[in-house]
């Protein structure tokens, strides 16, 4: 008897990468020996990390061929806006996996630059760079073979949903093992899943909702430390150490990785539920818990935080009111 | 080309409001390009919500609460300041000109310091020129 007779057909998985550094795909990887679990009721069909197929055979698969699509990176070029919208077509659920999906995430704050900026200090200006010619790579290029192609680097960073429709957003920087394992989970059983636009695989609270540190309800900050000039206790609250934490405006899910690693949220879970602009929630959290009343002094404290749209926006700048830096 | 800048005003119920108010029945002339909206207290006033203002077409927002040591719910205002000398920091460094946001404190007595502040800001803003933020978020690639 065929082994494969009287079983459900398999769920087909792809994963891909766009501007991405790489962590989220082997994020999959982290759920370990369950991967083999995964390997029972469901087949990877793309995963460029991993397996080798080609863009050719994705291309060939009739629409809707892949059950889910776990779609990690930001857009950064038009290659990346051509996968997006190629697995969107090809998949039943597309999943913006991780923050630089979901939110733009770090290739995001390259929306501080343009593209001019960013290739002339690549090509011309960096130190380690020789190039009298100034060559830049071309777009295009005949070569006697034919005409050979580079995806065009675009101006602006984007966040998947900003390219093609996205039935739901996993963050994280990468997203937990365990969550992948629930939500994967999930699928496998045939749960409900929420409506499509749900954020999954995360808890629905502020991180400071359930955090493990010692805290009061009245924090006060009259200096803000960058984390290399102050030691933390261990065990107070990072925010009322006057160290910057990303806890009140960042959603739950991650098991406080950082947290328990005595470092800081950086804020890569994203905002809570109904929040349109992550770093200014932050910010406004941030400022009202200043303790100081005279104009420059508050200055001061205020002028303590180096780098306010980097800090407050690290993972969410493509998303946000003022996506990038007007020129 | 003529140029009419659009204005978003968050004025404080308890002082500034009520000073535009006075302002009005004082029958006063000051220039109209100032859309106010009411709120409870400046210290309701979220960085979104100036974002925003600038993000839907807004060429300049101006924030009025009470005077320090007036403010109807005691700290309000100072958490206002607060926030406002943080969001400027913010859109400084995105680019955009400081002086498309300003923080003025006007009391309920103050209608003429209130058109006064109105004139002037319009006047600032006129010379800025046009907010290039909406047509900017609009058209990336």
């Known amino acids: 008897m065929n082994a ?3 079983k459900k057909p398999k769920f087909k998985i792809a994963v891909y990468w766009a501007a991405a550094c790489g962590g989220c795909c082997v994020s999959v990887l982290d759920i370990h020996e369950k991967l083999l679990d995964v390997a029972e009721v469901a087949d990877l069909v793309f995963w460029p990390i991993a397996l080798d197929f080609k863009y050719k055979d994705v ?16 857009i950064r070029n038009s290659e990346n806006e051509h996968m997006a919208v190629l697995l969107r077509k090809k998949s039943k659920v597309l999943v913006a996996y991780g923050s630089c999906a979901y939110l733009g995430g ?36 005949q070569a006697v073979e034919g005409q050979l192609e580079l995806p065009v680097f675009y101006n602006d960073v984007r966040s998947l949903s900003q390219v093609t429709d996205v039935d739901y957003f996993m963050p994280g920087c990468p997203p937990q093992a365990e969550r992948l394992l629930e939500v994967l989970g999930d699928i496998f059983s045939g749960k409900t899943l929420p409506p499509a636009g749900s954020v999954i695989g995360a808890g629905h609270k502020a991180q400071c909702d359930e955090c493990i540190r010692k805290k009061t309800e009245n924090k006060r900050i009259r200096k803000f430390y960058r984390p290399w000039e102050i030691v933390d206790d261990g065990e107070t609250c990072f925010l009322e150490q006057g160290i910057l934490c990303m806890g009140p405006a960042t959603r739950s899910g991650c098991g406080y990785r950082c947290i328990k690693g005595n470092s800081p949220c950086r ?26 009343k005279n104009p420059a002094e508050i200055n001061a404290i205020v002028d303590s935080l180096v780098d306010p749209a980097g800090t407050f926006y690290r993972f969410s700048m493509p998303v946000s009111n003022l996506r990038r830096k007007l020129s | 080309m003529d140029f009419t800048p659009r204005i978003i005003g ?15 029945t004082s029958r006063m002339q000051y220039k109209s390009n100032v859309r106010s909206i009411r709120v409870m207290c400046s210290g309701r006033i979220e960085p979104t919500f100036v974002l925003r203002a600038f993000l839907n077409g807004a060429d300049g927002v101006l924030i009025c609460g009470c005077h320090p040591g007036d403010c109807h719910y005691q ?24 002086e498309r946001l300003k923080l003025e404190w006007i009391s309920a007595s103050e209608g003429k310091q209130f058109a006064d502040l109105i004139n ?17 978020m609009e058209t990336l690639t």
């Not at chain 1, 698969?61 to 990690?72: A, E, R, S, Y």
């Not at chain 1, 760079?129 to 290029?141: A, E, I, M």
């Not at chain 1, 804020?267 to 100081?292: L, N, W």
């Not at chain 2, 607060?82 to 400081?98: A, N, W």
């Open chain 1, 4 to 6: 494969t007779e009287g």
């Open chain 1, 59 to 74: 291309k060939e698969m009739p629409d809707q061929h892949i059950d889910i699509t776990l779609f990690n990176g930001a």
């Open chain 1, 106 to 141: 770090i290739p995001g704050l390259a929306n501080l630059s343009t593209s001019e900026e960013l290739l002339c200090r690549v090509y011309e200006e960096s130190e380690s760079t020789v190039n009298p010619g100034k060559t830049r790579p071309l777009d295009k290029f």
């Open chain 1, 267 to 292: 804020g890569c879970y994203g905002p809570t539920a109904d929040v349109s602009d992550p770093g200014a929630k932050m910010m406004s959290a941030i400022a009202g818990i200043i303790d100081e």
């Open chain 2, 10 to 24: 968050f004025l404080c119920k308890w002082c500034s409001y009520t000073g535009a108010d006075l302002a009005g």
């Open chain 2, 75 to 98: 700290e309000g205002n100072y958490r206002c300041l607060r926030r406002y000398t943080l969001l400027k920091k913010y859109i400084v460094q995105m680019g955009m000109e400081p």
């Open chain 2, 120 to 136: 002037s800001f319009t006047q600032t803003i006129s010379e800025l020129g046009p907010s290039t933020i909406k047509h900017t």
